[in-house]
T-cell receptor
């Protein structure tokens, strides 16, 4: 099974409210990633976990949090949603620690902030 | 940081034609280049990757990499309507743990 699952598929949130997105994989992959994708833009890496170590990108450091309670699950948490957070959020996993390994993506969660 | 540019933004070809997609990147020391395909409502799916200068062929797909000109291209022979999708070029940046993606080419194959 090479599936990465994301929940929910669609998420509606109010400005200022928290948002929690969930991702799971059953491939026993070491690394799990969260990307943000807006229309006509490239997917942008927000953060990734290698095993239990969280790495966050410098420009999104304070905007997103994440947890990985076990190898299979990873969450993305937004403490206070703003209109600029409206986007598709893609979770991915890979078996290696280097970026030469292919990524397996979920179908994404479309977040709309109103 | 690595920059990845794709062209054209959109491409329409008739069924059976060759589709040619282009990607340029900024760092000749980049480790590998990937092409991902994304259909509506689905996540990107890895199609083919190339590490060494030259070309690589898999089925109807051929990838050409020229590190000197910082250019990689994807060619789809005998394009089918099911090939209609967004194609994302992604570059593994040397010394980094991440893939840098381009903004994609929307390919439409007309029956």
């Amino acid at each position: 099974d090479t599936t990465v699952k994301q929940n929910p598929r669609y998420k509606l949130a109010r400005v200022g409210k928290p948002v929690n997105l969930i991702c799971s994989q059953t491939m026993n992959h070491d690394t799990m990633y969260w990307y943000q994708k807006k229309p006509n833009q490239a997917p942008k890496l927000l953060l990734f976990y290698y095993d239990k170590i969280l790495n966050r990108e410098a420009d999104t450091f304070e905007k997103f949090q994440s947890s990985r309670p076990n190898n299979s699950f990873c969450s993305l948490y937004i403490g206070s949603a703003g209109l600029e957070y409206s986007a598709m959020y893609l979770c991915a996993s890979s078996s290696g620690t280097i970026s030469n390994e292919r990524l397996f993506f979920g179908h994404g969660t479309k977040l709309s902030v109103l | 940081q690595e920059k990845v540019q794709q062209s054209p933004e959109s491409l329409i070809v008739p069924e059976g034609a060759m589709s040619s997609l282009n990607c340029t990147f900024s760092n000749s020391a980049s480790q590998s280049i990937w092409w991902y395909q994304q259909h509506p409502g689905k996540g990107p799916e890895a199609l083919i990757s190339i590490f060494s200068n030259g070309n690589k062929k898999e089925g109807r797909l051929t990838v050409y990499l020229n590190r000197a000109s910082l250019h990689v291209s994807l060619h789809i022979r005998d394009s089918q309507p099911s090939d209609s999708a967004v194609y994302l070029c992604a570059v593994a940046s040397s010394g980094s743990w991440q893939l840098i993606f381009g903004s994609g080419t929307q390919l439409t194959v007309m029956p």
